[in-house]
């Protein structure tokens, strides 16, 4: 079994084992296990991608390919290269923390961490996958286990919440459809066979009109995932129903396809449709940066706060991925990173918070750095390295968005680039709007005074994801290079 | 010249921070304290050491002061642009690493006395880690964005250092007001940053600042509305250092940001973190005098004036002592500024950015004297207003004499340290621009006034009736404030001019004496109208007050500058930006994708009256139908 | 021609004879055990499908009114496993509730008997044997329909099927009529050699069209389905919404691919057309369904429509993705049906409501609806997202992308109703849901079969390259 | 081959009974009736065949044949019809077909 397929087989292999435990002590346990061998996987993944990569300098390595519907061509292709081994090792890292916050899921466990892991499925696939119907297939598991996982599990208006999300999403991918058929069928321009095949479709000169014709259909397929303004209302009722664990996975991994998507299929594949629909989606995207920022300030639901500051941190991707030079693609791909910790960490403490306060409106807390100092000090590291603080991953990715964005030289661009900028200001206010009046001040609440002081494994999943962001903040330089040099044969494609 | 030892000075504080920071809950307060005095007890004779080494055995090669840095790749942008980690050792960086230790280890000594019996006591000292080692960072940095980086910490360092007293709802917003004002301004810094990178195609300061580089020599190569990019690009920069130094009109936090501990006001916002700004513009000065022939330039002279004034004349009128303090650091601060506006480049020329390094070094000094001095008097009297206070040099004479010293200093009464620095830039503010040199004069003489109608006001008029006597404060905190004195008094001494300039050729300095003269005069008067004021209990200042009338008033309300910003985030941004927002996205876009949906289930309940159920209206259905395409497809869609 | 030649007709003759075998059980057995004859007629088809699969030669029969070859083994072969998972399903409703109304066997006989309509139909070679296939396989379900004497609306669906079915089936015969008047002959070889575009024709066709389109019930045909569905025994509902459905594409397929080829100018509009307004007025019903019959009609309408886009293609591709895409609709659709039939069978219970909580109580019913709600959805990995896919393939590799677009819109109209059943089922508690209950073997084994059936097809490619092959070869 | 009458009289003459037929099926009130009209729109059909094949192809008689099967195939579906009828007069004691609108929606 190659290294990749077995991103896929050991979670159906923990699934099998999920579908005969009893309760929740097992399931738990069971997912635990499954998701830690993930990580370790994913950890020996980027060790191995180092080592091949020095002997292999094809644009994919670890590729294997099957066939498995001749007569249209689909294959089972996979490969990786830096961008989706960091990814992979950020959804192999959430998803695990996700366990571990999802510790004392008491109604229907099984089937909760069965839904859990079946997502993670669809993730890892679509990471791994170089076949775009295969991508597309895996892009639907991961979505659609969200209906049930925040159906059945959610709160609040969650029925409502999940039909809402499921349908924009399934949307979206319908829309998308249509956009890989078009490529499909125009991946014979030059003579060749019909191919799904992702780097063999890169080949080919698709003609301009067909390609101005299908990028939009393509990239919105995936931009809706990736939060586009307007397209992203399916965000802020999703995250607020989901279940804390389901939120993590969501926004930290699932969001992230979006940007994947696009830079890996409507980029690379659509380079002069990308360039002739630039514009529109920037500016697009650069609202999505700015309104996200400014409607998060006025929430007053932590979850809503943190899911506005989402769509504003992806726009950001979406904005760098238009921008057609590495530096920015390079940012995009390090923001999804670090929003993918990022945000992931904010859902768990928020859903620690919340668990013990049993309310998310920051109007009713105050004065929690008292009480529960660790969640309350993790909340502020949080919440400095979403602002963009050096030493977070946050900064780094940020500052490669705006030079990479800045290289780009005419008016427009230079305009857009300057807006988003800002963000850092509006990030700043709301951020510490949310940590002055939550977790400083007076005490509001008598009850408050004897709240539950962390667990062990809520303590796990904090630092679990806490690292990751230190970590980039802190030595980028391996990371970054490693997603650099993997860009080189996708930016050709546009110059 | 081997520097690598100096890596040390900015890493022990950081692992003081670590250490502190990560087992605050096991480390005994008492334990703590020692750990961070020695830590920074460490860097500052490493600092020494550095100096010596710099200044007196390698540092000067055929009469120039070299500089020696080391740096390491820590990310790429593009194939030119990178951010790079390293030191960067020049006289100013150096002069910047004495301020810096012998400050800090004075406000570490002193705090732990002024923050004995405090809970958060471990994490304080933290946090004093952490930003000594930002400091340190910062003074060090290689390269543009290695300095933003830096500067982001220091930030984020004052503030979670004023929002230390973290349940004080006045501490919270002011160190929120401080982070986002200045991050503001930092707003401005990095495009500056950015817009350097990408027409000089270096982040590395060693490069941009050769007057004979690229970056210097093509300035004109790209212009931007009438202006060279360049141009643009130090204008931006300077908002940034404008921030940081709480210059007009980015000085509103500075005030507030006293909610902290004295300590940290007198470390970050009277010593080290404030001067930033004046760093940064020293750090560029070569571009700033250079590009465009100094237009930056003279912006930032302008500033520094106007911001001198302007603080002064709400010095005077204020009561809470720490305001006070603060405000004439913003006007010392607008002080250094003007100096480099004013500075030329070759040796001689160069002796306004000399003063302002010079200035820079002793008001460190006596500034932080002052603020800690302050903490004494609070301390005892657990109180900042002036009202509550007089009479006290009996009580505590150790801080008398000290802060005595400090306030003489501060007016520029030879021989304290004061005098010298402010007179060079007097010298040359006159060389350069006589408008500039009579607002500085002036802001001398209110400097002198207002700090000593504080000192009066604290130590003499008239006797308030304590409810428990005030004593003097413990040794812990006396030493720093006797170190300080001593250096206030020599640091004058000190030739600066042979070490910091700003062609690193050492000159000459003498001292010009009818602007001295006029200058001490100047002074003395200002001292002179505060003992008639103040050292007696009388009605002239509230006579002289009601004088001045409205003026007065707004001097008072900080001429409303407050009300302004509060205006435009609170009244503005939220209310009239982000809370339509919000509720557009509710409302429009959030509502279209809702219509989308309900309008298609209320159509399909529309159309339910098709399905009648009468199977004579099926046949007819049938029938229509067939007879519809056929008619269609015979007559229309014939092809 | 000798006698083995008639072993072309394998598949009906043994029909023919299963039916007869029955007819003698019936008058052999006595009253008290006639049981038996469930176990024995579920028997004996099991044994018929199987031999169904194995190999036979193909060719004509009487001068090319009869006429078989692979593909329409194949598919003869589908609906043999359609009808075998139906009996599963049904074989416990007529334990319970028809065998001691004496009226066990003519259910079997019926429907077999439709069935063998069917294998007429799709192997017809001229426009008669044609025609008595189609009623031949219409009339016995009327009868079915009405089977349920107890019930009114059974009676009531009976009427309506038989009067639409008689008006479709007069439309339709007009229309061969006319085409036999220009054409000259009702042989479909000869038709297709002389036939060309004029007015006449299109009349002819557009009539004939009519009645296969109400058999798919195609809109504007369509509007029988739903009553007739929501009267009729739930069996029957399956049986229409699947089986016949599947051999009225099949044929209606076969013709519009092979004899009526030259007017594919015309035809391909026609299609278009109703494609279109077909997955539109399907999925708009169905949105407000409560009564879960009624709420499948309605999909099985939608799905129709999906089914064109393949059709329209006109070439062998579109012939693999409609079969292929047959084939795993009969499991998805079968498998709804079968937990409906279940339910009401245990309980009586036929609406949405009655689904909420499902899941706690019976949580393998609800996985299998939830399965087959899925496939029907269109979503990986169950099977029918690959149907969709192919068939959208199909329509896209003519440069349909504007109706592929309007069907994939359709496609997440459909997945909302798809998910309202999923809500009541796993979202929503309710204190007083359906009990927990254990179906009986056949059930299980119905809906074990359309489980796995919904699992693998989609993933397991060799079966879709066979279809690949076969209709390759069909066309040449 | 009628003398003096042509084909087009006669295929118009079918075509009216076909309309016939269908106006009767949708407007008759009473189920019996509207099977009748059924059988009209049948016998059309049925005598277009004759008639075509008479007329138009006169060497085979596939026309013929057929048109017996239908009628033999009408008889059927006849029998069935009218047995359902029978069946629901039994629960409802009525054929009119407005008694058969209950399922609708």
Redesign the interface.
């Known amino acids: 079994m190659d290294i990749l397929s077995l991103f896929i087989i050991v979670p159906i292999i923990t699934i099998l084992v999920l579908v005969f435990t009893k309760n929740l002590k097992q399931a738990r346990v069971v997912s635990m296990v499954g998701s830690s061998v993930q990580l370790l996987m994913a950890i020996n993944l980027v060790f191995a991608y180092f080592k091949e990569r020095a002997v292999n300098s094809s644009i994919m390595v670890f590729t294997k390919d099957i066939v498995w519907f001749e007569p249209f061509n689909i294959h089972y292709t996979i490969g990786v290269d830096g961008v989706s081994v960091a990814l992979l090792l950020l959804t192999a890292i959430v998803v695990l923390a996700g366990v571990f916050i999802s510790w004392k899921m008491c109604d229907l466990p099984k089937e909760f961490f069965i839904s859990l892991i079946v997502l993670s499925i669809g993730v890892y696939g679509f990471f791994i996958s170089l076949d775009l119907f295969t991508m597309f297939v895996f892009f639907e598991i991961a979505v659609i286990p969200m209906y049930l996982l925040i159906g059945i599990w959610g709160s609040g208006p969650k029925e409502y919440s999940a039909m809402k999300l499921t349908l924009m999403l399934m949307g979206a991918s319908a829309i998308l459809l249509v956009g890989i058929l078009g490529i499909y069928f125009n991946s014979d321009a030059d003579g060749g066979a019909l191919t799904f095949n992702i780097l063999e479709i890169a080949q080919v000169n698709i003609p301009i009109e067909s390609q101005k014709l299908f990028f939009p259909l393509t990239f919105i397929g995936f931009a809706v995932i990736g939060a586009l303004f307007p397209f992203h209302t399916w965000s802020p009722d999703g995250h607020a129903s989901a279940p804390t664990a389901v939120s993590m996975l969501h926004a930290g991994v699932l969001m992230k396809l979006g940007g994947y998507g696009v830079f890996r299929v409507a980029m690379y594949l659509l380079p002069l449709g990308a360039i002739d629909w630039s514009w529109v989606f920037i500016i697009l995207s650069v609202i999505g940066v700015v309104y996200g920022a400014f409607s998060a300030i006025k929430q007053t639901d932590l979850k809503y706060i943190n899911a506005y500051s989402s769509v504003s941190h992806l726009g950001l991707v979406l904005f760098a991925l238009l921008m057609l030079n590495k530096t920015a693609w390079n940012g995009a791909i390090l923001q999804s990173l670090s929003h993918g910790f990022m945000t992931a960490l904010f859902f768990a403490l928020i859903g620690m918070i919340y668990g013990r306060t049993h309310t998310r409106d920051i109007g009713k807390l105050g004065g929690l750095l008292k009480v529960i100092p660790f969640i309350s000090v993790i909340y502020v590291i949080a919440g400095l390295a979403s602002l963009g603080l050096p030493g977070f991953s946050g900064f780094v990715a940020e500052m490669n968005i705006f030079v990479g964005a800045f290289q780009e030289d005419n008016m427009f661009m230079r305009v857009a680039t300057i807006l988003s900028v800002s963000v850092i200001v509006i990030t700043a206010v709301y951020i510490l709007r949310v940590v002055g009046i939550m977790l400083m001040g007076p005490i509001k609440k008598e009850a408050y005074l004897k709240l539950e002081k962390v667990t062990w494994y809520e303590r796990f999943g904090i630092l679990l994801l806490l690292i990751p962001i230190v970590g980039i903040g802190v030595a980028p330089l391996w990371l970054s290079d490693m997603i650099l040099e993997s860009l080189d044969p996708f930016i050709k494609g546009l110059l | 010249m081997n520097i690598d030892y100096i890596i040390l000075i900015p890493i022990i504080p950081f692992v003081v921070f670590l250490l502190l920071g990560v087992f605050h809950k096991r480390i005994k307060p008492a334990v703590s304290g020692y750990i961070g005095v020695f830590g920074l007890l460490a860097s500052t004779i490493l600092s020494f050491y550095a100096v010596y080494q710099y200044f007196f055995v390698y540092g000067k090669v055929n009469e120039i002061y070299q500089t020696f840095s080391e740096k390491s ?6 194939e030119t ?1 990178h ?1 790079d980690m390293g030191i960067l050792i020049d006289p100013i960086s150096v002069m910047m690493l004495v301020v810096v230790s012998v400050v800090s280890l004075m406000v570490h000594i002193y705090s732990r006395g002024y923050m004995k019996g405090d809970e958060g006591y471990t994490k304080f000292f933290a946090f004093l880690g952490l930003f000594t080692f930002s400091m340190y960072g910062l003074v060090l940095a290689t390269n543009l ?1 290695q300095i ?3 500067w ?2 220091v930030g ?1 360092s004052s ?1 979670l250092l004023i ?1 230390y007293y ?2 004080k ?1 006045s501490a ?2 002011a ?2 007001k401080a ?2 004002v200045t ?2 301004a ?2 401005g810094f ?2 500056g940053i ?2 350097i ?2 027409y000089t195609g270096t982040f590395d300061f060693e490069t941009l600042n050769n007057p004979e580089g690229s970056a210097i020599l093509n300035w004109a190569a790209t212009s931007f509305m009438g202006l060279s990019v360049i141009t643009w690009a130090l204008i931006l920069i300077f908002i940034g250092g404008a921030g940081k130094s709480a210059m007009f009109p980015f000085h509103i936090w500075l005030p507030d940001a006293m909610e902290g501990p004295t300590p940290v006001s007198a470390l970050i916002h009277a010593a080290t973190m404030v001067v930033a700004g004046v760093f940064l513009v020293a750090r560029l000065f070569p571009m700033f005098y250079f590009v465009e022939d100094g237009f930056a330039l003279n912006i930032v002279a302008y500033v520094g004036a106007f911001s001198a004034l302007f603080a002064a004349i709400i010095a005077i009128t204020q009561t809470d002592i720490k305001r006070v303090l603060a405000f004439s650091t913003m006007s010392q601060l607008g002080y250094m500024i003007l100096a480099l506006g004013v500075s030329g480049y070759e040796a001689h020329e160069g002796v306004g950015y000399m003063a302002s390094m010079f200035h820079l070094f002793t008001h460190a000094m006596f500034k932080a004297l002052l603020f800690l001095g302050a903490g004494s008097v609070i301390h005892a009297v657990h109180s900042n207003y002036l009202k509550d206070m007089g009479g006290l040099r009996k009580y505590m004479p150790v801080t008398n004499i000290t802060f005595l010293i400090a306030a003489l200093a501060i007016a520029g009464v030879p021989p304290f340290a004061g005098f010298w620095s402010k007179d060079e830039i007097l010298v040359a503010a006159f060389e350069h621009n006589k408008l500039i040199y009579c607002v500085a004069l002036f802001v001398a003489g209110l400097t002198a006034f207002y700090m000593f109608r504080l000192y009066f006001g604290i130590f003499w008029g008239k006797d308030t009736a304590y409810m428990h006597k005030p004593k003097e404060s413990p040794l812990s905190m006396t030493f720093p404030l006797i170190i300080l004195a001593l250096l206030s008094i020599v640091g004058g001494f000190i030739p600066f001019s042979e070490f910091v300039t700003a062609d690193k050729s050492g000159f000459q300095a003498h001292l010009n004496y009818p602007l001295a003269a006029i200058a001490i005069t100047v002074g003395i008067i200002g001292v002179a109208l505060a003992w008639v004021f103040y050292k007696k209990e009388n009605g002239l200042s509230d006579i002289y007050a009601k004088a001045f009338g409205p003026l007065y008033k707004w001097a008072i309300d900080k001429f409303y500058f407050d009300e302004i910003y509060l205006f435009i985030t609170k009244k503005v ?2 209310k009239r ?3 339509p ?2 509720k557009f ?1 509710k409302k429009v ?2 509502g ?2 809702e219509g989308i ?1 309900n309008k ?2 209320v ?3 529309k ?20 007879v519809v ?2 008619l269609v ?2 007559y229309l ?1 014939t ?1 | 021609m000798d006698f083995s030649s008639f072993l072309l007709m394998r598949h009906e003759i043994i029909l023919l004879a299963i039916t007869l075998l029955l007819l003698v059980a019936e008058v052999s057995i006595a009253n008290n055990k006639k049981n038996s004859i469930v176990h024995l007629a579920i028997f004996l088809f099991g044994i018929h499908t199987i031999v169904g699969f194995l190999k036979m030669d193909y060719g004509d029969l009487f001068g090319g009114m009869f006429h078989t070859n692979e593909l329409i083994k194949f598919f003869k072969s589908v609906l043999n496993i359609g009808v075998l998972i139906l009996l599963l399903q049904s074989g416990d409703w007529i334990e319970e509730k028809i065998l001691h109304q004496q009226r066990g066997t003519e259910f079997f006989m019926l429907l077999f008997s439709s069935l063998l309509g069917m294998y007429f139909m799709i192997s017809a070679g001229d426009f008669l044997m044609f025609y008595l296939g189609l009623e031949l396989s219409t009339l016995p379900v009327a009868a079915l329909a009405a089977y349920d004497i107890t019930k009114r609306i059974s009676s009531e669906s009976g009427i309506k099927l038989i009067l639409s079915a008689a008006l479709a089936s007069g439309v339709s015969l007009f229309g061969i009529s006319i085409l036999y008047a220009t054409t000259g002959s009702i042989y479909f070889i000869e038709i297709s050699e002389i036939i060309t575009s004029n007015n006449l024709t299109i009349l002819g066709f557009v009539l004939f069209f009519a009645g296969l389109g109400f058999k798919i019930s195609l809109v504007p045909f369509h509007f029988w389905t739903a009553d007739v569905y929501e009267g009729a025994p739930i069996s029957i509902a399956a049986y229409l919404s699947v089986i016949s459905k599947g051999a009225a594409v099949f044929i209606l397929m076969i013709l519009l691919f092979t004899v009526l080829k030259p007017l594919m100018a015309i035809w391909e509009n026609i299609i278009y057309v109703i494609a279109i307004i077909t997955m539109f007025i399907g999925n708009l019903f169905a949105l407000r369904q409560q009564n879960m019959k009624r709420f499948l009609a309605f999909s099985s309408i939608a799905q129709a429509g999906f089914i064109l886009l393949g059709m329209i293609t006109g070439n062998q591709l579109g012939i693999a993705t409609v079969v292929y895409f047959v084939l795993i609709y009969v499991f998805s659709n079968l498998a709804a049906f079968g937990v409906v039939q279940a339910i009401s069978l245990q309980t009586g219970k036929e609406n949405m409501k009655d689904y909420e909580g499902l899941y706690r109580t019976n949580p393998n019913l609800s996985l299998v609806m939830m399965l087959a709600l899925f496939s029907l959805a269109g979503i990986p990995p169950v099977a029918g997202f690959f149907g969709k896919f192919f068939l959208f393939t199909a329509a896209a590799s003519k440069g349909y992308y504007l109706l592929v677009f309007l069907a994939v819109v359709n496609v997440t109209i459909s997945l909302y109703y798809y998910l309202l059943v999923v809500r009541a089922m796993f979202l929503r508690k309710n204190e007083n849901a359906i009990p927990y209950f254990k179906s009986k073997i056949y059930m299980k084994l119905g809906l074990l079969i359309t489980a796995v059936g919904i699992l693998v097809i989609g993933l397991y490619s060799p079966l879709y390259n066979y279809i690949h092959e076969l209709s390759k070869s069909f066309l040449n | 081959m009628i003398e003096g009458i042509t084909i087009y009289e006669i295929l118009t003459l079918t075509t009216i009974i076909f309309f016939i037929g269908v106006y009767g099926f949708l407007t008759r009130t009473n189920l019996i009736s509207m099977l009748i009209s059924v059988e009209l729109i049948l016998n059309a059909s049925v005598v277009n065949f004759v008639i075509i094949n008479k007329y138009l192809y006169p060497d085979v008689l596939q026309g013929v044949f057929f048109s017996i099967f239908i009628i033999a195939v009408a008889a059927a579906e006849t029998a069935l019809a009218i047995s359902i009828i029978i069946n629901l007069y039994r629960q409802i004691s009525s054929v009119e077909v407005k008694d058969t609108e209950i399922m609708k929606y």
Do not use: P
Not at chain 2, 613 to 621: C, E, I, L, M, S
């Open positions: 790749v820590w990310m790429n942008f593009t642009l951010i964005f933003y980086i830096f982001e910490l984020v503030y929002g973290y349940t709802t919270i917003a160190a929120k982070f986002i991050r503001f930092d707003f990095l495009i950015m817009i990178g990408y941004l939220f930006v982000s809370a927002i919000a996205d876009v959030d279209t994708m949906g298609t289930v159509f399909s309940n159309i339910k009256g098709m399905q009648s159920g009468k199977v004579q209206d099926y046949g007819f259905a049938f029938v229509a139908g067939v395409i056929a497809f015979i869609w092809n």
